[in-house]
Nanobody
Framework: QVQLVESGGGLVQAGGSLRLSCAAS????????MGWFRQAPGKEREFAAA????????YYADSVKGRFSISRDNAKNTVALQMNSLKPEDTAVYYC?????????????????????WGQGTQVTVSS
């Protein structure tokens, strides 16, 4: 199992930006797609973004499309989530996750069960 550690969360005003980062242990980081999920208070965890192992393909939830950008650096074993134009409804704990397949399954990449390793999460709070 890989260890994932998120960082970069915090408190920001609406309209502001934050950049989350996730550092992964191990030598197999570049083999697997990665994703970001989020969980708001009282709600289920939901998909936010995913990136293929080569970073050629990226996918976003409709709620963040055009505002968030996922990227990865396989040389540094990191994946990032740049969040712009933040809204109060973006307030949540954000989790980094490793996809259990070596390629994103187009019909399933939004599903939590496709991911086999999770970080501890980082809190993002957007004030109005």
């Amino acid at each position: 199992q890989v260890q994932l550690v998120e960082s970069g969360g915090g408190l920001v005003q609406a309209g502001g930006s934050l950049r989350l980062s996730c550092a992964a242990s191990g030598r197999t980081f570049s083999i697997y797609p990665m994703g970001w999920f989020r969980q708001a208070p009282g709600k289920e965890r939901e998909f936010a973004a995913a990136i293929s192992r080569s970073a050629v393909s990226t996918y976003y939830a409709d709620s963040v499309k055009g505002r968030f950008s996922i990227s990865r650096d396989n040389a540094k074993n990191t994946v990032a989530l740049q969040m712009n134009s933040l809204k109060p409804e973006d307030t949540a704990v954000y989790y980094c996750a490793r996809n259990g397949r070596t390629a994103l399954e187009y019909t399933r990449y939004r599903e939590m069960r496709e991911y086999d390793s999770w970080g501890q999460g980082t809190q993002v709070t957007v004030s109005s």
